[in-house]
């Protein structure tokens, strides 16, 4: 009879482990399953569990506090985003008024009989004014991208507007002595895009290479939408290719650069659903965009 009874006891207590096993892994998956969904939407509800178990309400009260920390955080970084948003579009504009007058009078002056030291000095203001323009420009394009809405997507053909981009850099990469190797397919290449974006991006990575390059680019396109920007930069290493699609990044060879120039592209790819990434290897630097 005892026998019996321990057998009894020791079935019932399994099947209440049991029970309290498979409890718990529900409420567990639960919590997964509201942690995941507070963190894609932000909400301001709390974790909540309906488990007598005291170390499920207290693993769901930690979870809380975290994300109540991790909504803070994410407010404070919205919030400075959007500041420094606002004051860089600002400052484009108080710089863009000054900045006509200068180069107004600038030309006003170039009308004017001068030295040969003064016409030196009128050219080195000249220069450092455009490079200012362009600085300032830039500056106010990426505020604009960010704020902007995301570009229309329609079928392109990447071969057509890669094509036209490096036939616009061709004149700069001649005089700096580039001789650039080009691969592309044979047949059109079209993929979910914008135009204009996708010439920017373009635009803004051929840039980027001139400013960087030893002397030699490569640029690949394959049938499968993915594109490869390479060139030699010795002046680059692996902490600061790491760093190209920051904002405001630059390095000591690009002093007259915003550092906006990548960080523009990478944000234009991904509002076209693409990837864009950066490899650095045996002083070769590659850019390689998936559309």
């Not at 803070?72 to 710089?95: C, F, M, P």
């Not at 057509?160 to 397919?185: C, D, H, W």
Request: overall charge negative; some cysteine; proline content about 2%.
């Amino acid at each position: 009879m005892l026998p019996w009874l321990l057998c009894g006891i020791l079935l019932l207590t399994i099947l209440i482990l049991i029970l309290k096993i498979i409890s718990m892994q529900k409420c567990t998956d639960k919590i997964c399953i509201l942690f995941a969904e507070h963190l894609s939407t932000g909400t301001n509800t709390l974790i909540t569990v309906t488990s007598g178990d005291k170390h499920m309400r207290h693993l769901a009260r930690e979870l809380n506090k975290e994300l109540k920390i991790l909504r803070q955080q994410r407010w404070k970084y919205l919030n400075g985003d959007l500041e420094l948003k606002e004051a860089v579009t600002n400052i484009s504009h108080d710089l863009r008024t000054p900045l006509t007058a200068i180069s107004g009078y600038l030309e006003l002056l170039g009308q004017e009989e001068k030295s040969e030291t003064v016409e030196r000095y009128l050219a080195c203001i000249e220069n450092r004014t455009e490079a200012l323009k362009q600085l300032t420009e830039e500056m106010f394009r990426y505020t604009v991208i960010l704020s902007s809405n995301v570009p229309e997507i329609q079928s392109v053909d990447l071969k057509a507007i890669l094509e036209e981009n490096l036939l616009s850099f061709y004149g700069v990469m001649t005089e700096k002595g580039i001789e650039p190797r080009i691969q592309l397919p044979d047949q059109p290449v079209f993929r979910p895009c914008n135009e204009a974006a996708l010439s920017r991006v373009f635009s803004n990575i051929l840039n980027n290479a001139l400013k960087y390059s030893d002397g030699d680019l490569s640029v690949e396109l394959w049938d499968n939408g993915l594109i490869r920007f390479s060139n030699h930069a010795s002046s680059l290493d692996e902490v600061q290719v790491g760093k190209l699609f920051n904002r405001f990044f630059t390095v000591e060879t690009a002093r007259n650069s915003t550092g906006l120039g990548l960080s523009i592209a990478k944000t234009l790819v991904e509002q076209m659903n693409g990837t864009i990434s950066a490899e650095y290897s045996d002083g070769e630097l590659a850019i390689l965009i998936q559309l």
